[in-house]
């Protein structure tokens, strides 16, 4: 039975801890590829974010960064390496802000300090096409959910199967 108040997460393999955080739209799944290499040389504490995978909010009250952040840090061993991908990497980042003597190294994949543009962050997108983004999910998740993945792969020489990669993981 997936616990509803703690996000969920796989612990395996030996070593120093390296703890996974994946990015949006997708779970711990996306790691799978490269989990045996981690696994050789790392303890692997793959962790769904809450609200995708098997980790649910309670309210979406819940879904605020600071409060991710919270949640999750308290599944993070001592002086653990902390790598996140997309949003995943931006809660990273938040977490090793936050708590720097706790975590030994950052890495961030294809990620972030900011999403959206503001007047000290020049890199980000435009708010309203967040906006658009957060209505799209809510008229039909699945087919923003495809059209986000397909944009993750576009112009890859495997583009077709790297998309399908990314749909099979999230299943």
Known sequence: MVNQTKPYVEISGSGPDLVLLHGWGLHGGIWNPILPELTQHYRVHNIDIPGFGHSRI???????????????????????????????????????????????????????????????????????????????????????????LSLQTMGSMTDKTGCRRFKTSHL
């Open 58 to 148: 309670q309210h979406q009250s819940c879904y605020q960064m600071q409060n991710l952040v919270s949640t999750i840090e308290t599944l993070i061993p001592q002086k653990a390496y902390l790598m996140g991908w997309s949003i995943g990497g931006l809660i990273a980042t938040a977490i090793a802000l936050s708590t720097e003597a706790k975590i030994a190294k950052l890495v961030t994949v294809a990620s972030s300090p900011r999403f959206t543009l503001g007047d000290d962050w020049p890199f980000g997108m435009q708010a309203e096409a967040l906006d658009g983004f957060i209505a799209e999910l809510t008229k039909d998740y699945q087919k923003t959910l495809v059209n986000f």
